[in-house]
């Protein structure tokens, strides 16, 4: 059965069984290119290298756990996604995957916008320099304050997600004397085939105003008439980690007949539509996404027939990747503590990671590729699972994969396609101290974020 969507985590329609693996891959030493960073390779003696660096020297300077980020990549992909969408249209990356000031810094020197969703992330936003008028705010319950700085400093857009949003933003507008651009989302009952707890755009979960019923027309109506928003557009956000535009074309439909009406009863028609983000990458070899251009132009095309059956203006499109720029351009490092087989199972391997730096696979159940990136090996391959050293049985990093019979103690591993999510999600369970951001590019690396100390552990405890 052909999936329309990729799951972040358990598949819908097509359900593995448990227990289920593909066959091990015929060199495990190759490092597949839609998985890892773009300059990602091994060196003569079998080392992997990022920016033209040894992971082993990496680990030797920066130690492990630790995230490290193909600069180059990113950059790459940001002006793939920037140029794909052209003049036209707006590309907000969406924050909440890995925000960091060098990642707004490289944002904005790469002609990318910003999509926020906390006040923590418009602080970070702005003193790194990101103009106010590129940035936009997300949020199914912002408080007070977060939006009266919001308005304060000059948001670009606001996306209001409830009918009493559009009353609370509209009022702290008018007592700041400003006219608040804003956006309304909507659900627009689009299943798109992935993990319940990312799927976003069916009307049972916390997200936006729902189409169904008539209240995303009646939000529509209320906004219209305060004095204090400036109503620009309809946004819609169907899930993430999707991988064709089925569900996009459904979205699109539903939200031009949606501006459709809104002319019919207003005579107005309404600038924007933001179809949002969700885009998903490569985790493992099976995954198959697509690139900035062929997304540009689908949406493009999908946009315009159906304005062009509504007799509608073409709006401006705005679109939100976070994942698909940030997620295949690092991968974490960790070092193997201990090796434990289980005859007829599996082979436990454990890091000196977990759960704390990679949450996604105990949350989600989502999958994973692994590599031994410290040395090449001709052993055959073994069934594994690398765990963390939490104490929880689900402390796991990737569920199943196959590494090296002669793995031991010491030897390097990584797990690609950690760029989005990993760091943002990492915790202190267990008093782990989070591990850092280590950007490389050139040769040369540089912490963007540093690793946590037992002394920042001690600081918040007040005691």
């Avoid at 591993?413 to 760029?419: D, N, S």
């Amino acid at each position: 059965m052909s999936r329309s969507a990729h799951p972040a985590g358990p598949r819908h329609a097509d359900v593995v069984p448990e227990g289920h693996y593909t066959a091990p891959p015929t060199d495990l030493n190759a490092l597949d290119e839609k998985v890892w960073a773009r300059t990602v390779g091994r060196n003569g003696d079998g080392v992997v290298t990022v920016g033209g660096i040894e992971v082993t020297r990496l680990a030797e300077e920066f130690g492990t756990p630790a995230y490290f980020l193909d600069e180059a990549d990113f950059r790459a992909r940001c002006r793939a996604w920037a140029e794909a969408f052209g003049k036209d249209a707006d590309v907000f990356y969406a924050g909440k995957a890995f925000l960091s000031r060098a990642i707004v810094r490289w944002l904005k020197e790469e002609g990318l916008n910003l999509d926020v969703c906390s006040g923590g992330e418009l602080t970070t936003a702005l003193d790194a320099g990101m103009p106010a008028e590129r940035i936009a705010f997300h949020g199914n319950n912002k408080s007070v304050q977060e939006i009266e700085r919001a308005v304060s400093v000059g948001v670009g857009r606001i996306v209001l997600d409830s009918f009493e949003e559009i009353v609370r933003v509209a009022h702290i507008a008018q007592s700041q004397g400003r006219r608040q651009r804003v956006q309304i989302r909507v659900t627009v009952g689009v299943e798109a085939h992935t993990h319940e707890f990312i799927a976003t755009a069916h009307e049972d979960q916390k997200f936006g105003i729902a189409l169904a019923g008539g209240q995303a027309a009646e939000a529509v109506r209320r906004a219209l008439k305060l004095d204090g928003i400036e109503l620009i557009g309809i946004h819609s956000h169907i899930g993430s980690q999707i991988f064709d535009m089925a569900g996009f074309e459904v979205s699109a439909r539903r939200v031009v007949q949606l501006l459709a009406a809104v002319r019919d009863e207003h005579g107005v028609e309404l600038p924007e539509i933001d179809l949002g983000g969700g885009l998903g990458i490569a985790y493992t070899s099976d995954d198959d996404p697509r690139e900035p251009h062929h997304i540009a132009k689908a949406l493009h095309e999908i946009v315009t027939r159906e304005c062009e059956a509504a007799d509608l203006r073409t709006p401006r499109i705005s679109v939100e990747p976070g994942r698909a720029i940030v997620g295949p351009t690092a991968f974490t490092l960790y070092e193997v503590g201990t090796v434990k087989h289980l005859e007829g199972l599996r082979t436990y391997v454990s890091v000196d990671g977990g759960m704390s730096d990679n949450i996604r696979t105990a949350l989600y159940d989502a999958e994973y590729s692994v590599a031994l990136v410290s040395r090449t090996s001709d052993a055959p391959p073994m069934l594994s699972r690398v765990v963390g050293k939490h104490c929880e049985s689900g402390d796991i990093v990737v569920k199943d994969a196959f590494l090296p019979a002669d793995l031991a103690p010491g030897d390097l591993i990584a797990v690609p396609a950690t760029g989005a999510y990993c760091r943002s999600m990492a915790s202190n369970y267990n008093h782990a101290l989070r591990p850092p951001v280590v950007a490389v590019s050139d040769g040369e690396a540089r912490v963007v974020v540093r690793r946590e100390t037992e002394e920042d552990l001690l600081r918040l405890d007040v005691g």
